[in-house]
């Protein structure tokens, strides 16, 4: 079974301009999800789409950030403009679930895009 | 809110044992551990729901006291591959949609 696809594996701009990830989830899997790792730190949850609709999204920084997931399968999350602080580590997950409360279903993570900006 | 995982680094010789534990403030509906290793993506490990059910990894052990709103992750006779970061994610009962709060990692260290 293949997994969470993402790519660009790494990516270097400066700050102010705009930036792309995009991630290819297990087939089947109804749940993504969009993390942010700073360095040392644990992911923090930015987006969860459950098919094509958000479910949460209360700690993604709207004025800069942006995600879609259109038509229920792979999803872009952008960056514009982006500032030093974004600086992280992206990674995108995906479950089984449909992302109901008490969940069962592991989450399964892609190798994550490292976003440096200067 | 964000778990509190201890320690924050372990250094072990192979084959000895360690306890990572995992601690909210909140009731908690189930606990998640995850390892990461430098450059790499997390690897689940196991879950651990209210009621007591498991899944996860045949080799670790983990337990949930849902009354102190604690885990602990038990890693027994370490191996090399043991070494990473370990993350638990914790979801809060009452909670409406699966949504997992990260701790800050114990960094695990099994040397020759």
């Known amino acids: 079974e293949a997994g969470v696809a993402q790519s660009p594996r790494y990516k270097i701009i400066e700050k102010r301009q705009s930036v792309a990830f995009w991630c290819n989830p297990i087939?089947?899997?109804?749940?993504l999800y969009w993390y942010q790792q700073i360095l040392g730190q644990g992911p923090k949850l930015l987006i969860q789409?459950?098919?094509?609709?958000?479910?949460?999204d209360s700690q993604l920084p709207k004025d800069r950030f942006s995600a879609e997931r259109l038509k229920g399968v792979d999803s872009t999350l952008k960056i514009q403009p982006a500032k030093l602080e974004d600086s992280a580590v992206y990674l995108c997950?995906?479950?089984?679930?449909?992302?109901?409360?008490?969940?069962?279903?592991?989450?399964?993570f892609g190798p994550g895009t490292r976003l440096t900006v200067l | 809110q964000q778990p509190v995982q201890s320690p924050q680094a372990v250094i072990l010789r192979e084959g000895e044992d360690a306890v990572i534990n995992c601690s909210s403030s909140?009731?908690?509906?189930?606990v998640h551990w995850y390892r990461q290793k430098h450059g790499e993506a997390p690897v689940f490990l196991m879950i651990?729901?209210?009621?007591?059910e498991q899944k996860g990894h045949e080799k670790i052990s983990a337990s949930f006291n849902e009354k102190k709103q604690q885990s602990s992750l038990y890693l027994t006779a370490s191996q090399l591959s043991y070494s990473g970061t370990y993350f638990c994610?914790?979801?809060?009962?009452?909670?409406?949609?699966?949504?997992?709060?990260f701790g800050k990692g114990t960094l695990l260290t099994v040397n020759p």
């Open positions: 997950a995906s479950s089984l679930d449909k992302g109901t409360s008490g969940a069962k279903d592991t989450q399964y």
């Open positions: 651990l729901l209210k009621g007591g």
């Open positions: 789409f459950q098919n094509n609709g958000v479910v949460d």
């Open positions: 909140k009731a908690l509906y189930s």
């Open positions: 994610g914790t979801e809060d009962s009452g909670g409406s949609n699966y949504k997992l709060t």
């Open positions: 087939s089947g899997h109804a749940t």
